[in-house]
Nanobody, 128 residues
Framework: VQLVESGGGLVQAGGSLRLSCAASGFTFDNYNIGWFRQAPGKEREGISCISRRSGRTYYGDSVKGRFTISSDNAKNTVYLQMNSLKPEDTAVYYC??????????????????????WGQGTQVTVSS
């Protein structure tokens, strides 16, 4: 299994970027893709998650209303559309795969689980 992120870059505050997470090597569709970010000196933060099978989504409070996660299953790619970017969104963004289904209350915090596969990360820098 391999996850490859792309789409990071430098953008001014208020601007937009779309990150992509291309997945390969999966022989089943029962997994979830989460987006995480880590800024220098800060802990890693889970920001959004989508079920590959059901399409159910989750957003952390820091990105809710600004970011949108989506999946193109035909391309095995998950996207993170980031709008209204702020300098505090500056971080390395990672996608990760969690094998298996999330049920019920698990969706209240899909990042409490140990994700099975990780991408290499892509840098997002938002200038003020």
């Amino acid at each position: 299994v391999q996850l490859v992120e792309s789409g990071g870059g430098l953008v001014q505050a208020g601007g937009s970027l779309r990150l992509s997470c291309a997945a390969s090597g999966f022989t089943f569709d029962n997994y979830n893709i989460g987006w995480f970010r880590q800024a220098p000196g800060k802990e890693r933060e889970g920001i959004s998650c989508i079920s590959r099978r059901s399409g159910r989504t989750y957003y952390g409070d820091s990105v809710k209303g600004r970011f949108t996660i989506s999946s193109d299953n035909a391309k095995n790619t998950v996207y993170l559309q980031m709008n209204s970017l702020k300098p505090e969104d500056t971080a390395v963004y990672y996608c990760a795969a969690l094998i298996g289904a999330l049920y019920g209350s698990s969706w209240s915090d899909p990042f409490k689980f140990e994700y099975d596969y990780w991408g290499q990360g892509t840098q997002v820098t938002v200038s003020s």
